[in-house]
């Protein structure tokens, strides 16, 4: 029988080579434990590696390698809160935000990212300005819940004659959809 990868557990195999137990921490980036460690990770190990961070000179991505928040950003505990580790480290490389509004930007586009160089303070416009630039965008076909292709978009548009429920039909969407899509305001960005 195959077990668990985790050193002193012995329950059976599940997946990637962990248990079902470890298996689901590793999956949510169980609080303060690190990956495949199956312990918890001390303050002074998240500490050291905070402290590692800020003085990094690399120009290569320094990935945290403790827990990680449903978002995949690193997560800890920063000034005695919950909070993700970029804008932690960006908070301390570069001082406060400038505004509430101001998010901690990645030039990288890794989320898990904490290498100081790499951090930046950015309004959302400019974050999601990044986000385009990196490619880690979610619009259009890159959207989990898309339906519709780019080819698709750009046939709706082109069959301006065609009524709105008989192109609702064909491609599988709502009549709502083939309006927004005809007005520009689903896929706006893109060109015809």
Not at 6 to 33: D, T, V, W
Not at 74 to 92: D, F, N, P, Q
Not at 159 to 166: D, F, I, K, P, T
Request: glycine letters at 12%; one cysteine or more; proline letters at 3%.
């Amino acid at each position: 029988m195959r077990v668990c990868s985790i050193p002193g557990c012995e329950k059976r195999h599940f997946g990637r080579g962990l248990c079902s137990m470890h298996y689901a921490r590793e999956q949510r980036g169980y609080k303060g434990r690190g990956p495949r460690l199956g312990r918890r990770v001390s303050r002074k190990e998240v500490a050291d590696f905070v402290a590692q961070a800020l003085s990094y000179a690399g120009t290569e991505c320094l990935l945290w390698p403790f827990g990680k928040g449903g978002m995949g950003y690193g997560s800890g505990v920063h000034k005695g809160r919950a909070a993700t580790m970029h804008r932690a480290i960006c908070e301390l490389a570069h001082g406060a935000a400038p505004s509430n509004k101001h998010h901690a930007a990645h030039a990288c586009g890794t989320r898990l990212c904490v290498a100081p160089q790499h951090l930046r303070w950015a309004t959302a416009a400019e974050n999601q300005a990044d986000r385009l630039l990196h490619g880690t965008d979610t619009r259009g076909e890159k959207h989990g819940m898309a339906k519709l292709t780019e080819q698709d978009v750009l046939a709706i548009r082109a069959q301006s004659w065609r009524s709105g429920n008989a192109l609702a039909a064909e491609y599988g969407v709502g009549k709502s959809t083939i309006s927004q899509i005809r007005h520009r305001r689903f896929w706006a960005w893109l060109e015809d």
